[in-house]
């Protein structure tokens, strides 16, 4: 068999400048709620020009000057993200090698799981990639990513946090398998989002944030989305589709949590602190 394993990608996007426009226009029209939707993954409020800004098939200051009339907090905040572009192809100029380094030298001392050593590492890896780890809105983004090269900027937070501070693995191989799988990989967006995730970059050290997956899932009201990409909980309402095994509901077939919140972050918290010497 030849599995047609480019189709969702198809049906997700269209490519070219032509797109791009027709996306701009459409965005025209959804900007204003910007400020309140952008982080609710359920719900189709962000631009989604990403691929486009990335190919060059629209730039930055076409965008920025179609809005010019806009006076809504929505374009403000819609801006700003721009400008977060800007910074990070600004950072990649003076650190070229910031998709390989830490910006934080200390953090080469990190006691990471190593999955090329570690078997259990390697499939807490592996179930990560292909959205096994029985936490809903880690497995929905994971899934998204993989079926239509896209995720949702709220969700790429969870899942990358997931796997440097619940898992223990390098931000490393999350840079490198988002390289991979999105259709917007950007060598310099990807790098600074994976560093300021990790707390290794430029930016203020963010380690010790450590996102609770089930709590952003219900703030984000997520269960739309988790049904979208998670068929196996559709039939499963809120609050229990947020975490299906705490209320007794998982169905066979969905796996267990890999690892439960909170000993995981308190061993993300002990191995930073080894790293600073005690
Ligand atoms: C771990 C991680 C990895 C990421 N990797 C990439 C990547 O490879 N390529 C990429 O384009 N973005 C990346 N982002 C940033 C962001 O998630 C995407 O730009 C955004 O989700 C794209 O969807 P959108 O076009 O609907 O964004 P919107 O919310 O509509 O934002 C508009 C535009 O602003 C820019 N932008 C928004 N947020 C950011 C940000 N945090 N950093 C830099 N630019 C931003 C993008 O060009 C985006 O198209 C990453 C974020 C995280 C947390």
Known sequence: TKPDWARGLRDFWKVG????QERLNWWETHVDDYDDKRNFPSVDKVSRLSPHLHF???SPVQVWHRFQHKRSDGWRTFEGELIWRDYAQNAILQ???YASKNYREDFDRFPWRDPSTDDAAARDLKAWREGRTGYPIVDAGMRQLWQTGWMHNRVRMITASFLIKHLLID?????????????????????TNWQWTAGTG???????RIMAPLTQSEKFDAARYIR???PELAALDAPYIHDPEEFGRRPVGYPRK?????????????????????
């Not at 931000?171 to 950007?186: I, M, N």
């Open 171 to 191: 931000w490393r191989e999350g840079e490198k398998w988002f390289w991979d799988t999105l259709v917007d990989a950007d060598y310099a967006s990807n790098a």
């Open 56 to 58: 060059g098939e629209i």
């Open 228 to 230: 979208i990409y998670v």
């Open 258 to 278: 890999i690892i439960a919140h909170r000993p995981a972050r308190e061993r993300a918290l002990a191995a930073l602190q080894a790293m600073k010497g005690g």
């Open 95 to 97: 650190f070229p090698a």
């Open 17 to 20: 400048e032509a797109a791009a």
């Open 202 to 208: 430029v930016d203020s050290n963010m380690f010790s």
